[in-house]
Every structure is written in structure tokens, then in C-alpha cells.
């Protein structure tokens, strides 16, 4: 089984330990972009593409022949949702959406927070676009720090407006028809579920908002144990 928001390193450690063989077989099969040429031609990797679900492989299942498997899925799902058109934008756009919030209701406003960003040219300051620049670096030491924020990989959003430059994990069909039909909303920040102990988003149209938004999040975390 292959959850939702996975990302290559994430599934080739997943089938290393089920005994698939060793995560670099799985790295360097998942580079082989001919899988998904047609659908994505700047794509350089499967990322994005490796539909997340639950597999039923032969345990003589070749690295390359998983990832045949799991691109037809994708492409199943696609079919279903109707996606045709500026697939990289939208599986890019769906990989962050994934990344940001596993509460359902929240897809198309998280897809749309982003959206409106695009719309105004600026940075969509995306912490899991930079952690997955650092993955790819071989630099993620499990924790995002400050000086994290500031490394120029492609995929800092922090520093470079529009979209990174490819998907940053696997979405699920949710994800995908979320950012291919983003709620119509005017909210500009959010804080991610993920993040809150309230395990639910806030959202806001302004920079005071948020910060309102983070105060109060800060507030949760001290009265839940954090830091």
C-alpha cells in the first residue's frame, strides 16, 4: 500500500523493506520518464505519476514493472477525472495540495490559496516544496530550519515565485480534482493542518489575518506540549 502524498523516496523505502529489492533499483527505474512522455514531457522523474493506492505485485516484480503499474493506475485515474490538459501544472499543483492537508474539505481551499498566489505573482512559500529540494540534495535532516529556507534549490518557493519545477510527491484523486477545480475563495495564507494541533486549516485573506492565525496556532502547540 502506497499512501497518499508519497514521494519516490518514500515508496522505494516502502518497497525495500516489503523485499523488492534495494531503494536504489527502485530511484533509478522511477527515473525512466518514457512512462510518461506523452502525458508530461518536461517531467524528469515519475514523480507525481506513481499513483498512490494498494498494489497486488508478484515478489519477482521488477522495479521497472512496479513502476509500469502504478503509472497505469495514474493514468486510469486521470481518464476518470477527465484530466487532458496541462497535466504538469496539475499534478504539480495537486503533489503540494497533498503535502499540505489530509482533511478532504480542505483540498480546494488549500488549491485555491495557491492558485491565488500564482494569480498575484507571489512566492507560494511551500515548506514540503523545500524539504523535497533538500531530499533531492541528499541535504533533509528530518526538520526544516531556518537556514533550510534560504538554500536556493529549484524547488525553494520561498525564493522562486511560480511552481517548483515538477511534482514534489504522488497525489490521490482528491488532490487532483482539487487543483483542477480549486475553490473560488480570496484567501492568500493559510496554516496547515498538518501543522495546527487543532488538526484542521486557518485561513485568511491577509497578511494580519495570518498572523493572528499563527499567534493563535503558536498558542495551541504550547497548550498541547509543544514547543
Known amino acids: 500500500t502506497i499512501p497518499e502524498g508519497s514521494n519516490l523516496f518514500d515508496i522505494a523505502a516502502r518497497l525495500e523493506q516489503a523485499g523488492f529489492g534495494p531503494r536504489g533499483d527502485f530511484l533509478a527505474a522511477a527515473g525512466q520518464t518514457n512512462l510518461v512522455a506523452d502525458l508530461d514531457p518536461r517531467a524528469t522523474s515519475l514523480e507525481g505519476y506513481l499513483f498512490p493506492d494498494t498494489y497486488h505485485l508478484s515478489r519477482k516484480a521488477t522495479p521497472a514493472q512496479i513502476c509500469a503499474t502504478m503509472v497505469r493506475q495514474f493514468r486510469a485515474e486521470a481518464a476518470q477525472l477527465g484530466l487532458k490538459e496541462h497535466v504538469h501544472e496539475v499534478v504539480t499543483l495537486a503533489s503540494l495540495v497533498e503535502r499540505e492537508t489530509a482533511v478532504d474539505t480542505e483540498r480546494p481551499l488549500v488549491a485555491s490559496v495557491l492558485d491565488n498566489r500564482l494569480a498575484a ?27 533550510d529556507l534560504a538554500r536556493d534549490t529549484a524547488y525553494n518557493t520561498y525564493l522562486h515565485k511560480g511552481l517548483p519545477p515538477g511534482p514534489i510527491a504522488n497525489p490521490g484523486a482528491r488532490s487532483l480534482r482539487a487543483a483542477m477545480n480549486p475553490a473560488t475563495t480570496e484567501y492568500l495564507y493559510f ?29 495551541a502547540v504550547k497548550k498541547a506540549g509543544g514547543r
Do not use: C, K
Request: hydrophobic content about 30%; overall charge neutral; charged content about 15%.
Open 121 to 147: 505573482g507571489m512566492p507560494l512559500m511551500t515548506d514540503p516544496a523545500v524539504t523535497y529540494g533538500l531530499q533531492l540534495e541528499n541535504r533533509w535532516r528530518g526538520t526544516i530550519y531556518q537556514s
Open 191 to 219: 496554516v496547515a493542518a498538518s501543522a495546527n494541533p487543532q488538526g484542521h486549516s486557518l485561513f485568511s485573506r491577509s497578511l494580519e489575518e495570518q498572523n493572528h492565525n499563527v499567534a493563535g496556532y503558536r498558542n
